[in-house]
């Protein structure tokens, strides 16, 4: 299908590289507050006891692409009470949270992380997780998310990211797995 976005972003957009920030997402229309903004089309998701599977997965690229990857992964907790296949076979029904990593592979990794300048967030409920406008938004303006509100510290993940871009003069042409 033709029509079919490419990408996540459901906004006209465009990607700018500032100085002093790296590459930012920068709106190119104005934006109503609680409009739709990303979705999480494009990204690479893995459960908590998945992680052979994601080396698995920063195996297949460089050494400089498997860096880039753990910056635009994050670590993530669900704790949706809705499904079945979340809760533990005892008495007491305890809540079983979900933990794991995702990597976004599309234009919504390049969002900036801001606190009190975020314009954009998620909306979580039992079927959406999408991010929307936190308040309007100019044209012009970059879209600046908080990292805070939805990264999860994941033991052996963070162990990973802390691999990431340390003398990466040797690596550069190696695979992830090689250098673990």
């Known amino acids: 299908n ?10 006209p957009f465009e ?19 609680g409009s739709p903004i990303w979705i999480p089309k494009y990204q690479a998701v893995f459960e908590h006891d998945d992680q052979e599977d994601f080396e698995d997965f920063l195996s297949m690229v460089t050494w400089k692409q498997a860096c880039d990857l753990l910056q635009w992964c994050y670590g993530y907790e669900d704790d949706d009470d809705d499904d079945d296949d979340n809760y ?12 794991g990593v995702a990597c976004v592979l599309d234009e919504g990794s390049l ?35 908080d990292y805070d509100t939805f990264d999860e510290s994941i033991d052996w993940f963070e162990r990973l990211v802390d691999k990431a871009w340390v003398d990466d003069s040797e690596n550069s042409e190696h695979s992830y797995r090689k250098e673990l």
């Open 2 to 11: 033709s029509d079919e976005l490419l990408t996540g972003l459901l906004v």
């Open 15 to 33: 990607v700018k590289m500032i100085d002093e920030k790296g590459r930012g997402v920068y709106a190119t229309q104005f934006i109503a507050k």
């Open 88 to 99: 533990e076979e005892d008495d007491n029904e305890e809540e079983v949270t979900n933990v």
């Open 111 to 145: 969002f900036n992380h801001g606190e009190e300048e975020a314009n954009v967030g998620y909306f979580l409920s039992w079927e959406l997780d999408d991010m929307i406008a936190l308040r309007d938004i100019q044209a012009g303006e970059e879209l600046i998310q």
